[in-house]
Nanobody, 123 residues
Framework: QVRLVESGGGLVQAGGSLRLSCAASGRTFSSYGMGWFRQAPGKEREFVAAISWRGSRTLYADSVKGRFTISRDNAKNTMYLQMNSLKPEDTAVYYC????????????????WGQGTQVTVSS
């Protein structure tokens, strides 16, 4: 299975920006749909954004639409999440995920997960 490693998390003030990266290895990256999920303390893991294996279609949660942008570079085996206008409620551990099938908003669609990267947004 594909191995996923997230990076780019950190501490940022409200209104600031961060760019998360997800590096993939072990299998053909271009054959996988990719997604970002996040989980805050005491809450369920929730969908953030997803991108098809060709990169032609994207999905966003309503809470991040217009602020976050998902992209991928198959030549570099890397997926990105550009996060702008960050809010305190964006604070969570962000997880990269991959699926050999069609991307969607449900966690069970994805069978490969990274270990997560912490994003903290202060007021």
């Amino acid at each position: 299975q594909v191995r996923l490693v997230e990076s780019g998390g950190g501490l940022v003030q409200a209104g600031g920006s961060l760019r998360l990266s997800c590096a993939a290895s072990g299998r053909t990256f271009s054959s996988y749909g990719m997604g970002w999920f996040r989980q805050a303390p005491g809450k369920e893991r929730e969908f953030v954004a997803a991108i098809s294996w060709r990169g032609s279609r994207t999905l966003y949660a309503d809470s991040v639409k217009g602020r976050f942008t998902i992209s991928r570079d198959n030549a570099k085996n890397t997926m990105y999440l550009q996060m702008n206008s960050l809010k305190p409620e964006d604070t969570a551990v962000y997880y990269c995920a991959a699926t050999p099938g069609t991307v969607g908003v449900v966690t069970t669609l994805y069978n490969n997960w990274g270990q997560g990267t912490q994003v903290t947004v202060s007021s």
